[in-house]
């Protein structure tokens, strides 16, 4: 599609010397411009994902693997595109970070305990949750596609934890789960299945 284009920027420092002579020394030549040859394509100036037409597969793959991994760019923004379009599907949302999420089969699927915190005078308490996937699937519109389950911060979770997770559809049949297992250069994502050793990873 895009060829490979050679770019030639100049560079305003002097070139280098490797055996310390001439002007390093102060001995003649004046500065000589560094040319450096760079190769990059036309994603590489505009940012690729941003036209990248692969809304269409994201969509397929979510309803295809119900459990997906993302590695989203550094900067971030880019998982904003691929949510709305869930959302334009008539998804709901339940965002939850991975930090402190306990584990995950008893937050998400069971009632679960919470402590807390005490400043040393107040008695220590427990109170109890309903599961946090079965409550809102209770409260979803009739007409709703489903909830789906968007955990950030993945890459601190087991690989026990994160079978639950690629599992969950399955006990679930209206929940998907999206992961954000770690970073990449673009935006990109695999089936949770395959991260999580349940099915062969091609890539591995």
Not at 92 to 102: E, I, K, Q, T, V
Not at 129 to 145: G, I, K, M, N, T
Not at 151 to 178: C, G, T
């Amino acid at each position: 599609m895009w060829s490979v284009a050679a770019v030639r920027a100049v560079s305003p420092l002097p070139a280098p010397s490797l055996r310390g002579g001439g002007a390093a020394r102060g001995g003649g030549g004046g500065s000589r411009a560094a040319t450096v040859s760079v190769r990059s394509t036309l994603w590489d100036f505009v940012g690729g994902d941003l036209v990248k037409p692969d809304l269409g597969q994201w969509l397929d793959d979510v309803e295809e693997h119900k459990a997906l991994a993302i590695y989203p760019p550094h900067e971030g923004g880019y998982e904003g595109r691929y949510l709305n379009q869930l959302r334009y599907k008539g998804y709901y949302f339940l965002d939850l970070s991975a930090r402190g999420l306990g584990d995950p089969e008893t937050t998400l699927t069971k009632i679960h305990p919470v402590c807390p915190p005490s400043l040393g005078r107040q008695p220590v308490a427990r109170w109890y949750f309903p599961p946090e996937v079965d409550y809102r699937l209770s409260l979803l519109h009739p007409d709703a596609q489903g909830l789906v389950v968007w955990i950030m911060e993945a890459k601190v979770l087991s690989k026990a934890e994160l079978q639950f997770l690629a599992m969950l559809p399955d006990l679930r049949p209206k929940v998907r789960v999206i992961a954000e297992c770690g970073n990449w250069r673009k935006f990109v994502w695999k089936p949770l299945k395959q991260i999580a050793g349940l099915e062969p990873n091609p890539d591995a």
